[in-house]
């Protein structure tokens, strides 16, 4: 079966830029991820949907960060205006539900503020 | 506040011999544990689960053990191969449910010289 996809890979912009990165999951899982990960720490949680509807969102920064999952299978997630300190890989990851199922991760986009 | 904790130093060990991680965790109950690994540029993937009520769980050359009252679970890779090397991550999951969340370790990167 077809993984996880994401694009970009990678991106670069200066600070106060927007970047968009789009997120394909698997074909039938209804758990839909966004994960920030910065350099040397783990994978910390941004926003979690199930179908198209958000179920935890608490940690994502809203001020600046948006995210949506259109018709329940692709997403996108958004940063508007970033920041330095928004420097990390995006990992976007699915799952057939949400709890203790495994998640399944993309590769990546690894975007760096300048 | 919720913490786990994971060696942040590199574990150095020879082909054949038995690696172990380790992910301590405090104020947290989880109902769950995984152990994800990742590989430079890659986002991470899955293991294995164990449940709080499993004392131990294998997987091939893999087995992972899980104590409550220690609040520790231990990552074995027995006759451990150079294609081994990698960062491996503990997540710990508070709830059988799809609405709790997957909160991640900073990981432990393992390096098996030939």
């Known amino acids: 079966e077809a993984g996880v996809a994401q694009s970009p890979r990678y991106k670069i912009i200066e600070k106060r830029q927007s970047v968009a990165f789009w997120c394909n999951p698997i074909?039938?899982?209804?758990?839909l991820y966004w994960y920030q990960q910065i350099l040397g720490q783990g994978p910390k949680l941004l926003i979690q949907?199930?179908?198209?509807?958000?179920?935890?969102d608490s940690q994502l920064p809203k001020d600046r960060f948006s995210a949506e999952r259109l018709k329940g299978v692709d997403s996108t997630l958004k940063i508007q205006p970033a920041k330095l300190e928004d420097s990390a890989v995006y990992l976007c990851?699915?799952?057939?539900?949400?709890?203790?199922?495994?998640?399944?991760f993309g590769p990546g986009t690894r975007l760096t503020v300048t | 506040s919720q913490k786990i904790e994971q060696n942040s130093e590199a574990l150095n060990i020879q082909e054949g011999k038995t690696a172990t991680l380790t992910c301590n965790y405090t104020?947290?109950?989880?109902?769950?544990l995984q152990w994800y690994r990742q590989d430079p540029g890659r986002g991470p993937v899955f293991l294995l689960l164990?449940?709080?009520?499993?004392k131990e769980k294998r997987k091939e050359r893999l087995k992972v053990t899980f104590d409550t009252t220690l609040k520790q679970s231990l990552f074995h890779i027995t006759a451990s191969q150079p294609a081994d090397s990698a960062t491996y991550l503990c997540?710990?999951?508070?709830?059988?449910?799809?609405?709790?969340?997957?909160?991640f370790g900073k990981g432990t990167m393992l390096l098996v010289s030939p």
């Open positions: 104020n947290y109950s989880p109902a769950y």
């Open positions: 997540a710990l999951l508070p709830m059988n449910s799809g609405y709790s969340t997957l909160t």
């Open positions: 990851a699915s799952s057939w539900e949400g709890g203790p199922y495994e998640q399944y």
């Open positions: 074909s039938g899982h209804a758990t």
């Open positions: 949907f199930q179908n198209n509807g958000v179920v935890d």
């Open positions: 164990i449940r709080e009520n499993e």
